[in-house]
Nanobody, 126 residues
Framework: QVQLVESGGGLVQAGGSLRLSCTAS????????MGWFRQAPGKEREFVAS????????RYADSVKGRFTISRDNAKNTLYLQMNSLKPENTAVYYC???????????????????WGQGTQVTVSP
């Protein structure tokens, strides 16, 4: 059974930075595309970024392009999200997700992801 555990969330002032990590256990996810989603209070969970299995193809939501960077270290079975120039509207619970084994390409829809973490809270103060 695959488990995804996010870390790195917290409280930061607007304009600041945070780096989220997502470590997988249970088995390697080096053949799975992965992604980050977020859910703000009262809103649907939305796509943030995704990365293919080897890490050279990435996709971003328009709202985070140029500020967020997704990356992965397959040797460590870990996914990252570097978030810079944070805004109050970025406040949400951030979730990492992985596609099923063998699905190596990026995806932007929740239904395309099979494994999910429990989420980490990111709060950006004005």
């Amino acid at each position: 059974q695959v488990q995804l555990v996010e870390s790195g969330g917290g409280l930061v002032q607007a304009g600041g930075s945070l780096r989220l990590s997502c470590t997988a256990s249970g088995r390697t996810l080096s053949n799975n595309a992965m992604g980050w989603f977020r859910q703000a209070p009262g809103k649907e969970r939305e796509f943030v970024a995704s990365i293919n299995w080897i890490g050279h193809i990435t996709r971003y939501a328009d709202s985070v392009k140029g500020r967020f960077t997704i990356s992965r270290d397959n040797a460590k079975n870990t996914l990252y999200l570097q978030m810079n120039s944070l805004k109050p509207e970025n406040t949400a619970v951030y979730y990492c997700a992985a596609r099923s084994s063998g699905l190596t390409t990026t995806a932007m829809n929740r239904v395309d992801y099979y494994y999910w973490g429990q989420g980490t809270q990111v709060t950006v103060s004005p």
